[in-house]
Every structure is written in C-alpha cells, then in structure tokens.
C-alpha cells in the first residue's frame, strides 16, 4: 500500500513519541536535615495495584528494592518513617491493599550495609509505578516530592507502571542508631543482590517488560537542597549534558564478575585558578580563633555519612589502566546506540578499536586541561593561587605538586586506583594521602582520627576551582567544582558559618579499604550513565536544571 506524505509524517512522528516514551523520568529529591545529614537522594515509587507511595533512598550502590511491610516490627523501630507518630511518613506497603502480589515463599532476604542499617524479610513480586514529573511526583514549586511530607497513599499515584517486579518486603531489621528507616531503593548490578538465588532487579524487569529498551539509566543531581535531579530509565536526557558522553569500563571483581559500578581513576588533581581566592585580610587574633577552629572542629561524622565504600565485590590485581581498557573507551554521538545481546548485563562487551575516538562533536567536553602530570613531588603545600599556574611552564615544581597545566596533582597511587560510583553514598570517599595533600592546598588540617578535612576558608570552595579527576589513562576526564562539595550552612557548624569557614564532604577510606567512591556530591556536576548492556560508566559534565522535564530524550544504548 502507498501512502500520502502527511500520512507517513504523522506516522514517524508516533513512532518517534512511543521511543521517546520508553525513556522514564523519576525526580530525585535532594534532602537534608539534622537527623540524616546531608545529600539524601530520595525518590518516591508506587508499589501495588492500585499503587501505594514510598519514598526511599535511591541507590546505585546495592541493588534490591527494600520497603518495609505495614505493622511490622520494623515500623515499630522508634525512627521509623512509615506511618503516624514519625516526623515526616514516607511511606509501608500494606499487602492488604493491592490486587497483584505474588508471594514467593521460601526465598528470604538479608541486606546488611556499611552505615549498620539492617533489613530482613521476604521477596515478593508486585507492580512498581515510577512516579514521573507531570505525575504526582513532580516538584510542586518548592522542590519537594509529593511523599516528603508524606504518603500518597493508595489510588493516589500515577506515573509509569512495571508490572511482576521482584522487591523485598522487610518485616524487621534496624537503621543506623538515630538514622531515620527509609526504603532502599537499589538499582546495581544483580551480583549485590541480598541472596544467593539471584533475579532481575528492577532495572532489567524494566527492560523485560519493554518499559525501557535497555538495562541502563542516567542520572543527574541537583546541588540545592531540597529540590529536584532526575533519574532516566532507559536512556538520556541530551539537554541536561555538554560536549558527548564518554565510555569507562566497569571493573571485574577479583573472581570475574561485575558486583559493582567499580571503574579505575588513573589521576585525581585539584584547579585552584578558577575561583576568587582572595580572603579577607584578618587580624592576628582572628587568625589564632582561625587556627583553633580548623584544628579542634571536626564533624565527627558517623560511618553512614561518611560514605564508606558498600561494594559487595573485591577488587585488586590490576595496579593500572591497560590498553584494553583504554580501547574499550569512546564517545558517544547523538543517536548512537550501544550493541550487545546479552540481556543480563554480564557479558564482556569490549568495543575495542575506539580508544576515546570523538564524533563530529568536541571532544574536550569542557573537563579541563589534560596536561602532563610531570614529577609533582609529595607536598602541595604552596597552591595559593599566588601565580595561577602562570610561573610552571612545565619546569621543575619545587615540591609544589603542581603539574605543568598549573593542576596539583593530589597523588593518587595505582594500587587505590578503584572507584565505586555510589549515588546513595552521600560525599566524596578518597585515600587519605590524598586528602592531606588537598588539605594543605585549602590551608586546613587533615584529621587522622577522624579521616576528615577541617574547615576550609568559604571562598576557596567556589565553582571556579574544581577536582579534576581522570579515566582510562586520563583520556576521559570529568571536573567537580568545590561549590558542589561544601556542606550547606544550614546543617554546618554555626560556630564555623561565623567566622567564614565552611565544612567539606570528602571523607578518608577506611584503613583495610583500597576503594574510593564518589557519592551524591559528584552527580550534582557530572552526568552519569550507568549500563549494564555495555558494561560500562559514560560521563559528561551536566548543565541545566537537573530537575527540568526532559527535552531531549533518547534511548541508551
């Protein structure tokens, strides 16, 4: 049959509206408060026929849904969020009221995490309605979700449905001493699920059910409090990135399997020339209030906050990045898809023969200037922007640590080279060695006791100066400004705010640890694709509103 040209336009233009519809868009709440600290990424889902809302914690760092069950004895724990009597409910599933649960006797759970936080149960398998931004799930003006005072409630939800999903329903279990219970809403590779009889976690039903094309979704924080970032199942939003994404391989544990979303760093350096780092002249008696604060105030932060790495795997064996890994790495052009066949992700997938080859697009992708890292010493101790990089020229850095770009470079040893990319692990997790000598280039102490960095003078932390951190031999190369990484005054130490002094997310790994991990802080500023179809990260700086309905969906891969 032939058809008129408007016929076969209006055609292409549904065909191109049922793609689009397979990329889902899920807000992403930045929250914060005395009790949980901050850079909490929530996110409210449906669970049931009709659904019932929960807000949870999204996570790329585990990898099962966890809601707790109504009148359990985990909604008996005096931080419970799930119904009356808690400062804010969040949200239980009552069993009761849905039409589609199917029980799965026999096959229990027990996730355990690095904060302490502890959750027992039973699987189940049920609708689960991803809450869209034109649902009810959107941000109403304040940037808060519809379940962050509250539970929708049953019938109250719309938004995107995916049916026969596998969640674990937790009975009992205990959060983090006063750390509020929230659902876990964990999006990880299978491998980290809490049983030894594994299944399709949501991500892969998704793509099951043909709700999504793939295994994979992007995602974007927002780095104000209590507003919105998004999370693209399925695929990507094209205006929230600059420049093309970037491939890096996801690392194998030492027993060949992928557990974790575990990429090698090859370099992290700190770009002090962007920012006004100019202080306020002080007198000699505030210089010593200065000095007493830096060296007596330290957040004491609990392990949960600190981010200590969660990964479920062990990593090792690979001191650097090989060429097989730089081969494996490319950029990715608009339109371009992925290809592989292996519907459960664990496939090798190499794309070999690229090695960061760009499209028509630029490459640089504005991540700063790759430079050579040169003989940088061990002492960072004299970045004070007093020459901008001017005065290296590639010469002799004294001592500085400085390389010829005018970066310091902060000494990051291959052996701590793995790095877990964790969007429920609040801040930032790097070696110790490494903080010490990003403490003495912000002019503050590094607390061996603590792991922590002490109070940074505020205008140092400015979105002009940035982490650089490198990938694949630095061939990809993604840029954090230190705005993003400064604990809001809000929940800061008022005696710091006082003074000009503000508190920094960069916590030192745990001593028996050679894993960093990049938390919330590091999504609020670059844009990060996790697929398991490739098996690999792609990143791209982020621009834009992070908690905007999409304007330019695609499919991944």
């Not at 279990?173 to 049983?195: C, H, K, L």
């Not at 004491?300 to 060429?323: F, L, Q, V």
């Not at 902060?410 to 429920?424: M, R, S």
């Not at 509103?545 to 330019?552: F, I, K, L, N, S």
Request: hydrophobic share 30%; charged share 20%.
């Amino acid at each position: 049959m032939r058809y008129s040209w408007p016929y076969t336009t209006t055609l292409l233009i549904a065909l191109e509206t049922t793609a689009a519809q397979r990329v889902i868009q899920g807000s992403v709440q930045h929250f914060q408060s005395e009790a949980t600290g901050p850079w909490q990424p929530l996110l409210a889902l449906g669970f049931g026929s009709p659904p019932q809302e929960i807000t949870g914690i999204f996570d790329s760092g585990s990898s099962d849904t966890i809601i707790p069950q109504a009148g359990s004895k985990l909604c008996q724990v005096e931080n419970q969020q799930c119904t009356d009597g808690a400062e804010i409910v969040r949200g239980e599933f009552d069993e009761q009221l849905t039409s589609d649960v199917e029980e799965l006797p026999g096959q229990e759970f027990e996730a355990g995490f690095s904060g302490g936080d502890e959750f027992n149960g039973e699987y189940i398998k049920t609708t689960v309605t991803v809450i869209t931004p034109d649902g009810t799930g959107a941000s109403n003006g304040t940037g808060r979700l519809s379940g962050a005072d509250g539970a929708g409630g049953a019938g109250n939800v719309t938004g995107e449905e995916v049916p026969n999903a596998q969640v674990a329903l937790a009975s009992d279990g205990q959060p983090s001493g006063d750390f509020p219970q929230f659902a876990i809403y964990g999006v990880g590779p299978r491998e980290a699920e809490a049983t030894d009889k594994k299944y399709d976690n949501l991500p892969q039903v998704m793509k099951d059910t043909g709700v999504t094309k793939g295994n994979s979704y992007s995602v974007v924080m927002n780095p104000t409090p209590l507003a919105n970032g998004s999370v693209f199942f399925g695929g990507v939003d094209r205006s929230k990135f600059t420049g093309e994404l970037q491939q890096v391989p996801i690392d194998r544990t030492t027993d060949g399997k992928i557990s974790d979303f575990v990429v090698k760093m090859s370099s992290i350096r700190l770009d002090m020339s962007g920012g006004n780092n100019q202080t306020r002249r002080l007198t000699r008696s505030e210089k010593r209030e200065h000095m007493r604060l830096k060296r007596s105030i330290f957040r004491r932060t609990a392990p949960r906050n600190k981010g200590y790495s969660k990964a479920k795997g062990k990593y090792g064996g690979g001191d650097e990045t090989g060429e097989e890994d730089v081969q494996a790495a490319r950029v990715l052009s608009a339109g371009e898809g992925g290809h592989n066949s292996n519907s459960k992700g664990q496939g090798n997938n190499r794309n070999s023969n690229n090695g960061g080859n760009c499209c028509s697009c630029s490459c640089n992708n504005n991540n700063g200037d790759n430079g050579d890292n040169g003989d940088n010493g061990d002492n960072g101790r004299d970045n004070r922007n007093k020459d901008k990089g001017n005065k290296n020229q590639g010469s002799s850095n004294n001592g500085s640590g400085k390389s010829g770009s005018g970066l310091i470079d902060l000494g990051l040893n291959k052996k701590n080279a793995f790095t877990l990319f964790d969007t429920g692990g609040v801040a930032l997790t790097l070696p110790a060695n490494v903080l010490r000598k990003m403490a003495r280039a912000l002019d503050t102490d590094f607390s061996d006791e603590f792991g922590e960095l002490g109070p940074v003078d505020c205008g140092l932390l400015s979105a002009g100066n940035k982490l650089v951190m490198g990938f694949n031999n630095d061939r990809v190369q993604t840029t954090l400004a230190l705005d993003k990484i400064r604990i809001s005054d809000e929940i800061a130490d008022p005696r710091l705010t006082q003074e000009g002094l503000c508190e920094v997310g960069a916590f030192a790994s745990a001593p028996d640890e050679n894993l960093n991990s990049m938390g919330f802080v590091y999504f609020t500023d670059v844009y990060t694709v996790f697929d398991l179809e490739n098996n690999s990260l792609w990143f791209a700086q982020a621009t834009g509103d992070p908690g905007a309905p999409g304007e330019q969906l695609e499919e991944f891969p």
